[in-house]
């Protein structure tokens, strides 16, 4: 894609709700890898394949691109927070855990990313309706811990509960980038970041998971495959591509649509349960999402950033 033509409004609109089905779909399909592949060795070797994809990607770009090479303590933090910890939570969590309630709950993302740019950032304090978002947001994770996640067994909470550690790693990350990474080449901190994010996650795994069988049979390559290339490569250079052009609201959809579109494919492919307390809590959730995404001004880079997996 060019970075000289403008897309019209139609291709931007389109290009969003690909961005949607898929980062939506990538929940369902982690949670098929599962079924043959410990989490560890399954995230380790997206990852490995999406880094070596984008050597050849950033080859490409990084000149389209511009801005400088990142510093190295930057994409070392940048593939710790947002590779290696967030990833291997939601990998584990879904051994315990339906897809698309993982994802219900890692969409409290776009909040904590607010909650944190309040406090460490200039000129991204929050707003009355924000804090009302915070509110209804914390309702709908009440009514959820209440009421599905009891269902799961004895690991149920306290693995919903260590989930919540991945998107405030994914927070810091995003933090201190935007504080520290405004002329980096973000191709380059991503190519850099996921190699190095590759390495943490086959280190667990080497360490925690050689007793335990890996099937690499072909639905768990086909998986694989799907959320290194479509799932983690192309989505990831064309969001960075649409942040050129989208307006901010509309890129701020992606943030809430895609649990949506993560609940109603783990129901309809998986056979996830989705209960009346489930529709009630996400709806507060995503809702609260809506307020707090929609600032009343144009946000920057990072606060359009979706929840995607």
């Not at 930057?74 to 939570?89: C, K, P």
């Not at 000129?123 to 915070?134: C, H, I």
């Not at 989705?274 to 920057?300: D, I």
């Amino acid at each position: 894609m060019s970075n000289t033509t403008t897309p019209s409004p139609a291709v931007v609109r389109g290009l969003i709700a690909v961005l949607c089905l898929i980062w939506g779909s990538t929940w369902v399909v982690i949670k098929g890898g599962l079924r043959d592949l410990p989490p560890f060795t399954s995230a380790g070797a997206r990852f490995a394949l999406a880094a070596l994809i984008m050597i050849g990607v950033a080859a490409v770009l990084k000149k389209r691109e511009g801005g400088g090479a990142p510093p190295v303590w930057l994409w070392i933090v940048q593939g710790t927070t947002s590779f290696a910890m967030s990833y291997g939570i939601v990998y584990h969590a879904e051994t315990v855990l339906p897809s698309g309630l993982v994802s219900l709950l890692f969409g409290v993302y776009p909040m904590l990313q607010a909650l944190a740019g309040h406090f460490f950032l200039d000129q991204e304090q929050l707003r009355s309706n924000q804090w009302l978002g915070f509110a209804l947001g914390l309702a709908g994770l009440v009514l959820l811990f209440r009421t599905d996640l009891r269902g799961f067994g004895p690991d149920g909470i306290p693995t919903a509960l260590l989930l919540f550690l991945s998107p405030i790693a994914v927070v810091v990350g995003t933090t201190l980038v935007k504080r520290h990474g405004g002329g980096v080449n973000s191709t380059l901190l991503n190519r850099n970041g996921m190699l190095f994010g590759a390495a943490l996650l086959l280190a667990a795994a080497f360490a925690l998971e050689r007793d335990v069988p890996a099937n690499w049979t072909a639905p768990a390559i086909a998986s694989v495959a799907y959320l290194a290339v479509v799932g983690t490569v192309i989505t990831f250079s064309l969001f960075f591509w649409l942040l050129r052009f989208a307006p901010a609201h509309r890129m701020a959809l992606i943030a809430y649509v895609t649990p949506a579109i993560a609940l109603f494919l783990g129901w309809a492919f998986a056979g996830e349960p989705v209960t009346v307390s489930t529709l009630t809590g996400a709806g507060c959730v995503l809702c609260g999402v809506l307020l707090v995404v929609h600032r009343g001004h144009r946000p920057s880079t990072i606060d359009r950033r979706p929840a995607h997996r």
